[in-house]
């Protein structure tokens, strides 16, 4: 188990005939061991691309990705089988194209072991208690049964189950919850959470806010970059590597693309953006960070907050 992800510069591009889309533009993002993550964001903004990269499924045009110790630029494409089998479970969207028919879910988790084992893996778990992690032991006989004799819910639990059966450091996982209804939905959440408990790395993709709330970290991914980051309740812009950061659509109402900014560094550790145009006492600024003023006038205050810029009465 290792289930670390590094992502510097990361970029894809579809050569489709006659031309590329760009669907990742420079992605950076460090996932630890033991992580919950959501990937959130709007329609084509390049989380399923991201996905895919960190599978191994498509390799990157630019930039740098490891997974563990495979540098998924360089590996070879027996390198990338054997990081599938070995240290990566992979759940792609709709839990039908991760389930074999025709076999039962127990026989399911154990098909799936057969590629660890031809790759040396000696110590595999007992399907059962794969099935257990993800809650579906005990469940009315339902190891004995075929994946179209189960809820959906419990089908999309057993393609989770199927994608943990060689006890990966890292679990990918497409939209896990699409077109399931609450308590389902909640099931799954539940069990996402038993696997980051067991050690292993979560990292979701999911338009849904309720299995984002479910992880430990949201990441937003907008226009194939990381645009933002919500920790503890908490939401935050992320610095890009060439200096850019996504404005939250409420602040770009006030800050228009192609709006001018004054950008000042304060010796408190704050940062100013005061549009060209509006930089008089009482026009619109953004608070980077918190500032109490020593004289107690209320001026930059919380976090993020667009507040009156009274900064010429302070002064
Ligand atoms: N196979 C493909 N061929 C060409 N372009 C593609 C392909 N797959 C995705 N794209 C394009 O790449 C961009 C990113 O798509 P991606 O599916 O990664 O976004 P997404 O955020 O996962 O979207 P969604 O939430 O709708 O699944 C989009 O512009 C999309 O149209």
Known sequence: MNGTVTCRGLVYIYR?????VVALGGVDLDIAPGESVALLGPSGSGKSTLL????????????????GETDLAKASESDLARMRATEVGVVL?????NLLPYLTAEQNVRFAQRAARSHGVADLPA??????????????????????????????RLALAVALAHKPGLLLADEPTSQLDSVARDEVIAALESVRRAGTTVVVVTHDPEVGAGMGRQ???????????????EEFAVVGRDGSVHLPPDVLAL???????????????????????AAQPGSAVVVADEYEPEDGAAAYSRRGQIVPDYSREVA
């Open 16 to 20: 489709l005939e006659g031309y590329d």
């Open 52 to 67: 895919s990269l960190l599978a191994g499924l498509i390799r990157p045009a630019a930039g740098r990705a490891t997974v």
């Open 93 to 97: 969207q709709g839990a039908e194209r």
């Open 127 to 156: 399907p059962r208690d794969v099935l257990a992690l993800v809650g579906l032991l005990g469940v009315r006989g339902r190891l004995r049964q075929r994946p179209h004799e189960l809820t959906p819910g419990e089908r999309q």
């Open 219 to 233: 990441v937003t991914i907008r226009d194939g970059r990381v645009g933002g980051e919500g920790r503890l309740g």
């Open 255 to 277: 800050l228009p693309p192609g709006t001018r900014l004054r950008v000042h560094a304060r010796p408190d550790g704050t940062v100013l953006l005061a549009p060209a145009h």
